[in-house]
């Protein structure tokens, strides 16, 4: 266990849908809160108004309600740090900012959007990267404020060194340096009186007394600057751990910000929403999520919540990236799906019977869910496997289905006609006494059991691959089952009139 309890903090940017590398820092925050007794803590940065999505904060609350990272703080649950989203603490930075410009820390930037284009040119022209020339930097606090006062648009800007270095510590790549030089003078609060990203969340995670801070490796290169604004206020600086970047399954590039689709139509998801559609189990993603970049032995794959949240520990968290592998994720869904007693999966599998366009009943999903649990990927892969026991009658199929090898479609009314009597006639329409009279059926027609059941099973069903016939046959019923061999015999008689 932690010896303190952590408080830790996920902190999105509602600009966008939730994607898996961000379900995935939520994931680890609220391991290392819940393995260490502590808080998780969900706060909203909303401070890029431009881009500001307001469907990103309900595909955001949703996403991880699914996964069941459930925040101890945050919208819709309180807390005594609060308020959790940005815009409504601005008074909070204006405080902070002002702190830092009596001391000389921070100063006032009136430069103009054409002034910061022509920089951005000239640094490139020299073949430096974009970015500020510190013009304003000198300009005397005296004249700066009478500029501020008339009305004049203008900027905050941090005033860092320029010259020496900082070392950051990062929990799982050690210490860090970075010359001073190198670094620029980053905008604290806009123009507009909105604090930037870089200002806000180091004044939120002081006030929320956040002691853990994890995020993408992507911010790294910002760490200076935070690490130069604690410094500047005197605070004491969380533990950061900037986690591995997900690669692509080719491992040859980021996970795609976009989802994309096969030529088979099978779709590559990369937002949680996709995988809630689907048909993912959440304590598959669950589980998976937590192996990509961090493992417990190097061997156990399997765990449960419980068992994640006992053994997580940044110790444990890679500093190489990690690539998505949809495969085995499939593969723990799989897992996941069978495991499952099967009034729970019947339960699950409903919705999605539902937006199949299948009135499926329950009563008679219980009968056929044990029947398919074992052939299920995904949630969604139901309907394709029992479509058939709700519909009263099968859409015509192609004939050519109903052929075991070595048959012709002459060869089938005689043997079909045989079947539709023995079933018929049984006396009992249940799984045991069908497979017995079916069997000696086909002893009597001097035929295979396997060159019987195809031509049954495609009359019944429409299809090649369906539930296990047998049970098939009796939760159909013996009208429907009838029904739909009378069919095939009339569709088979009027083919050969032709």
Same mark, same amino acid.
């Given at each position: 266990?932690?010896?303190?309890?952590?408080?830790?903090?996920?902190?999105?940017?509602?600009?966008?849908?939730?994607?898996?590398?961000?379900?995935?820092?939520?994931?680890?925050?609220?391991?290392?809160?819940?393995?260490?007794?502590?808080?998780?803590?969900?706060?909203?940065?909303?401070?890029?108004?431009?881009?500001?999505?307001?469907?990103?904060?309900?595909?955001?609350?949703?996403?991880?309600?699914?996964?069941?990272?459930?925040?101890?703080?945050?919208?819709?649950?309180?807390?005594?740090?609060?308020?959790?989203?940005?815009?409504?603490?601005?008074?909070?930075?204006?405080?902070?900012?002002?702190?830092?410009?009596?001391?000389?820390?921070?100063?006032?930037?009136?430069?103009?959007?054409?002034?910061?284009?022509?920089?951005?040119?000239? /640094? %490139?022209? =020299?073949?430096?990267? $974009?970015?500020?020339? *510190?013009?304003?930097?000198? #300009? +005397?606090?005296?004249?700066?404020? /009478? %500029?501020? =006062?008339?009305?004049? $648009?203008?900027?905050? *800007?941090?005033?860092?060194? #320029? +010259?020496?270095?900082?070392?950051?510590?990062?929990?799982?790549?050690?210490?860090?340096?970075?010359?001073?030089?190198?670094?620029?003078?980053?905008?604290?609060?806009?123009?507009?009186?909105?604090?930037?990203?870089?200002?806000?969340?180091?004044?939120?995670?002081?006030?929320?007394?956040?002691?853990?801070?994890?995020?993408?490796?992507?911010?790294?290169?910002?760490?200076?600057?935070?690490?130069?604004?604690?410094?500047?206020?005197?605070?004491?600086?969380?533990?950061?751990?900037?986690?591995?970047?997900?690669?692509?399954?080719?491992?040859?590039?980021?996970?795609?910000?976009?989802?994309?689709?096969?030529?088979?139509?099978?779709?590559?998801?990369?937002?949680?929403?996709?995988?809630?559609?689907?048909?993912?189990?959440?304590?598959?993603?669950?589980?998976?999520?937590?192996?990509?970049?961090?493992?417990?032995?190097?061997?156990?794959?399997?765990?449960?919540?419980?068992?994640?949240?006992?053994?997580?520990?940044?110790?444990?968290?890679?500093?190489?990236?990690?690539?998505?592998?949809?495969?085995?994720?499939?593969?723990?869904?799989?897992?996941?799906?069978?495991?499952?007693?099967?009034?729970?999966?019947?339960?699950?599998?409903?919705?999605?019977?539902?937006?199949?366009?299948?009135?499926?009943?329950?009563?008679?999903?219980?009968?056929?869910?044990?029947?398919?649990?074992?052939?299920?990927?995904?949630?969604?892969?139901?309907?394709?496997?029992?479509?058939?026991?709700?519909?009263?009658?099968?859409?015509?199929?192609?004939?050519?289905?109903?052929?075991?090898?070595?048959?012709?479609?002459?060869?089938?009314?005689?043997?079909?006609?045989?079947?539709?009597?023995?079933?018929?006639?049984?006396?009992?329409?249940?799984?045991?006494?069908?497979?017995?009279?079916?069997?000696?059926?086909?002893?009597?027609?001097?035929?295979?059991?396997?060159?019987?059941?195809?031509?049954?099973?495609?009359?019944?069903?429409?299809?090649?691959?369906?539930?296990?016939?047998?049970?098939?046959?009796?939760?159909?019923?013996?009208?429907?089952?009838?029904?739909?061999?009378?069919?095939?015999?009339?569709?088979?008689?009027?083919?050969?009139?032709?």
């Amino acid at each position: 266990m932690t010896q303190k309890p952590a408080r830790v903090r996920y902190a999105p940017s509602p600009t966008g849908f939730l994607h898996v590398g961000g379900a995935r820092t939520a994931l680890f925050d609220y391991l290392l809160a819940r393995q260490s007794g502590g808080s998780f803590i969900l706060r909203i940065e909303d401070t890029d108004q431009k881009r500001y999505n307001p469907e990103s904060v309900t595909d955001l609350l949703n996403g991880l309600r699914y996964l069941g990272l459930d925040w101890d703080e945050g919208p819709g649950v309180g807390g005594e740090y609060g308020p959790y989203t940005q815009t409504e603490r601005l008074d909070l930075y204006q405080k902070y900012v002002q702190v830092l410009l009596a001391q000389g820390l921070a100063y006032r930037c009136f430069a103009t959007p054409a002034e910061l284009e022509e920089m951005n040119e000239a /640094r %490139r022209l =020299a073949g430096l990267s $974009p970015g500020y020339d *510190r013009r304003y930097r000198a #300009l +005397d606090p005296a004249e700066a404020e /009478r %500029r501020a =006062a008339a009305g004049e $648009p203008h900027a905050i *800007r941090i005033k860092l060194p #320029l +010259d020496g270095s900082i070392t950051v510590h990062d929990a799982i790549r050690g210490e860090i340096t970075f010359d001073n030089k190198e670094l620029q003078d980053a905008v604290l609060i806009k123009s507009d009186g909105i604090p930037t990203y870089h200002f806000a969340v180091v004044v939120d995670d002081h006030l929320m007394e956040i002691t853990h801070v994890l995020r993408g490796e992507e911010w790294l290169s910002s760490y200076p600057l935070h690490a130069h604004l604690y410094h500047y206020f005197g605070w004491e600086m969380p533990i950061f751990a900037h986690l591995p970047v997900i690669l692509n399954p080719s491992g040859k590039g980021k996970m795609s910000k976009r989802e994309s689709r096969a030529p088979d139509g099978k779709i590559y998801p990369v937002f949680v929403h996709t995988f809630q559609q689907l048909g993912y189990l959440p304590e598959a993603l669950f589980n998976y999520l937590a192996l990509v970049g961090w493992s417990y032995d190097g061997q156990t794959e399997i765990m449960s919540r419980q068992e994640l949240i006992e053994r997580f520990s940044l110790a444990r968290v890679n500093n190489s990236p990690a690539s998505w592998d949809y495969e085995k994720l499939d593969h723990f869904n799989g897992l996941y799906i069978r495991s499952l007693d099967p009034a729970d999966l019947t339960d699950r599998l409903m919705p999605f019977l539902t937006a199949a366009g299948l009135a499926a009943d329950r009563p008679t999903m219980l009968k056929i869910t044990p029947t398919i649990q074992e052939r299920l990927t995904l949630l969604s892969d139901a309907a394709e496997w029992v479509d058939f026991f709700f519909v009263e009658a099968l859409p015509d199929f192609d004939l050519d289905l109903l052929l075991p090898k070595k048959m012709t479609l002459a060869d089938l009314p005689p043997i079909l006609r045989a079947a539709r009597d023995i079933l018929a006639e049984v006396d009992d329409f249940s799984h045991d006494r069908l497979d017995a009279a079916l069997r000696a059926g086909a002893d009597q027609l001097g035929v295979k059991v396997g060159q019987l059941f195809q031509p049954i099973r495609v009359a019944v069903c429409g299809k090649l691959v369906a539930p296990p016939l047998l049970n098939t046959l009796e939760i159909l019923g013996r009208d429907r089952v009838l029904s739909r061999l009378d069919r095939v015999l009339e569709r088979l008689s009027n083919l050969r009139l032709q």
